[in-house]
């Protein structure tokens, strides 16, 4: 049974910084798309950033472009989400999700686009509070 468990979230004031980490367990396969989702009340989740583990290419949502780092470590089947120069607007739960590669063509730009209704495995969230 895949499980994700994310850790890391906290409470900083604005332009402080937080490592988000996703652990990744039951997962058998050398490749995984993951990404870093967040959902402030009100809000729709929105797509923060993905990694495609296979080569590590990256996507990021405009918002976070220069601030956020998502990066992995294979040996320890983890995956990091670097926030710096965090804004109050980045308060939110944050939740990571996992994939397996596309079989189609393509499987890394399919990664790269994907939405969160197409990820198969959650975390549980974790919460990150930005005051100013």
């Known amino acids: 049974r895949v499980q994700l468990v994310e850790s890391g979230g906290g409470s900083v004031q604005a332009g402080g910084s937080l490592r988000l980490s996703c652990a990744v367990s039951?997962?058998?396969?050398?490749?995984?798309?993951m990404g870093w989702f967040r959902q402030a009340p009100g809000k729709e989740r929105e797509r923060v950033a993905t990694?495609?583990?296979?080569?590590?290419?990256?996507y990021y949502d405009d918002s976070v472009k220069g601030r956020f780092t998502i990066s992995q470590d294979n040996a320890k089947n983890t995956v990091y989400l670097q926030m710096n120069s965090l804004k109050p607007e980045d308060t939110a739960v944050y939740y990571c999700?996992?994939?397996?590669?596309?079989?189609?063509?393509?499987?890394?730009?399919?990664?790269?686009?994907?939405?969160?209704?197409?990820?198969?495995?959650w975390g549980q969230g974790t919460q990150v509070t930005v005051s100013s």
């Open positions: 999700a996992a994939d397996p590669p596309s079989p189609r063509s393509d499987p890394i730009l399919r990664c790269l686009a994907q939405k969160g209704n197409e990820y198969n495995y």
């Open positions: 039951g997962y058998t396969r050398s490749t995984v798309c």
């Open positions: 990694i495609y583990t296979g080569g590590g290419s990256t």
